[in-house]
């Protein structure tokens, strides 16, 4: 593979990033993962925008202006031939002696690669609907940002494993936040609830498509918290992102959601959402 440091394309064992980089020593950066379908970008303008704001909350510059950022992901899509898959992009505040302030003289690092995930747009997981466990959300307080420290999602997705289930959804004063990699949301007759916006969860580029394309299809949406027995309670249930798209969420706590199966809101915006995302692809 090849993939991209600090302006430089070169193959994966020859990439370099010094071990005084802050991404490394405190987690001081940010990311971003588009999906690839058909050889192309996924809402990349989405991914953009909230890179600039993730920079901005962390007083940090991008290397580069957007343009150059939109043909690296082109150039390492092309190189790596990838036609369904992911590219993963990266800015840290960069390298310089070791201090908790943010120090004047680090140039900040970026990194981008790709990874193929062929079948990604049929995922099997579609049909059959994840299992979710509940879990205490216990990560800091801006998960708006989207920072790389995500310690606390891996050991909830351990716990997922552990428990028997495919991931968690993470509980703060009795309502769920989102999952440990993406929103979260339930239905109920007509209507599609979601969590609100706030420094509580991530904002979610798949979330914002799927609730417009949801009103364009005359959709009922309520941005609102709920808890984990409405969610039980629920018609069906489901997640979103950008590399799983729309995801059916079929038992939650060992509680079937609904039919126990995959529910036909779900089916169809996880359809509305691949189409209209492949249309719009660059
Ligand atoms: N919430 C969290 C905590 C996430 O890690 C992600 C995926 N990175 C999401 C939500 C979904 O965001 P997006 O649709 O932009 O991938």
Do not use: C
């Not at 071990?19 to 405190?26: I, K, M, P, Y």
């Not at 993730?54 to 950022?69: A, F, G, N």
């Not at 799927?210 to 309520?222: D, G, N, P, S």
């Not at 249930?237 to 609904?258: C, H, K, L, N």
Request: aromatic share 6%.
């Amino acid at each position: 593979r090849t993939v991209y440091v600090n302006g430089a394309y070169v193959p994966e064992d020859e990439a370099k990033i010094s071990v005084f980089d802050r991404g490394f020593l405190f987690a001081d950066g940010v990311y971003e993962v588009t999906s690839v379908l058909d050889g192309k970008l996924i809402d990349f303008a989405g991914h953009a925008a909230r890179l600039k704001r993730s920079l901005s909350e962390l007083e940090m510059e991008s290397p580069v202006s957007e343009d150059d950022l939109l043909e690296i992901h082109r150039h390492l899509v092309r190189v790596n031939e990838i036609d369904e898959g992911l590219v993963y992009l990266q800015v840290t505040r960069g390298a310089a002696d070791r201090d908790f302030a943010y120090p004047a003289e680090a140039r900040p690092s970026l990194v981008l690669f790709t990874q193929a995930k062929p079948g990604l747009a049929d995922a099997p997981a579609a049909k059959k609907g994840m299992r979710v466990i509940s879990i205490p959300d216990r990560r800091w307080g801006r998960r708006d940002i989207k920072t790389v420290q995500l310690l606390y999602p891996s050991m909830g997705k351990m716990m997922a494993r552990a428990a028997g289930a495919d991931d968690a959804w993470m509980v703060e004063e009795g309502a769920v936040t989102e999952g440990t990699s993406n929103n979260a949301y339930i239905v109920k007759g007509n209507t599609i609830v979601t969590r609100h916006l706030g420094e509580e969860i991530l904002h979610g580029i798949t979330r914002a498509a799927v609730l417009r394309m949801a009103a364009e299809a005359q959709m009922k949406v309520e941005e609102r918290s709920f808890t984990i027995a409405e969610a039980q309670d629920a018609d069906e249930a489901f997640v979103t992102s950008a590399s799983t798209f729309v995801m059916p969420v079929v038992e939650i706590d060992g509680e079937p959601v609904g039919a126990g199966a995959p529910g036909p809101v779900a089916a169809r915006l996880r359809e509305i959402y691949l189409d209209e995302s492949r249309k719009k692809a660059v």
